[in-house]
């Protein structure tokens, strides 16, 4: 009975130090907009009002990475043939960002940014009709 209980011990013990716990995985949380972001859904309006956010494929979904000293990133979606040249950014206030490029200052464009929490963005690109993403903090 002895050798029995033994092995029924050591099973168990090996069994529950080697299971994983999901329950500690905490998402990413980003501070304020200092962090990397994926984009998870877009807006594109046709000038009527009627646009309505719809969740973006994988072809699609890209990242921007605000980063502490003031650099910026942006990864467009293997679907997109443009890249963005701005590099910097400068916050301007509760709504807004400025998207410059290091060696050409006077090159400029305004984003706006709203719904921010350290795990959530959605970022307004300064489009003449309303276009947006929705965005999630990522590692």
């Not at 709504?95 to 410059?100: F, G």
């Given at each position: 009975m002895k050798?029995?209980?033994l092995i029924f011990l050591?099973?168990?013990?090996?069994?529950?130090i080697s299971c994983k716990n999901?329950?500690?995985?905490?998402p990413v949380q980003n501070k304020?907009?200092?962090?990397?972001?994926?984009?998870?859904?877009?807006?594109?309006?046709?000038?009527?009002?009627s646009g309505k956010f719809r969740?973006?494929?994988?072809?699609?979904?890209?990242?921007?990475?605000?980063k502490a000293n003031g650099d910026f990133s942006e990864i467009k979606g293997p679907i997109y043939s443009s890249v963005n040249p701005y590099n910097t950014y400068k916050i301007l206030d509760d709504?807004?960002?400025?998207?410059?490029i290091k060696d050409k200052p006077s090159m400029k464009t305004i984003w706006y940014y709203s719904n921010l929490s350290?795990?959530?963005?959605?970022?307004?690109?300064?489009?003449?009709?309303?276009?947006?993403?929705?965005y999630a903090a990522v590692p």
């Open positions: 050798p029995a209980l050591t099973l168990f013990f090996i069994g529950t999901d329950d500690n995985k905490n304020g907009l200092v962090g990397k972001w994926k984009l998870t859904e877009v807006l594109f309006d046709p000038g009527d009002g969740t973006v494929s994988e072809a699609e979904s890209g990242t921007v990475e605000f709504t807004r960002i400025e998207l410059s350290s795990t959530s963005l959605t970022l307004g690109y300064g489009c003449i009709e309303a276009c947006s993403g929705k």
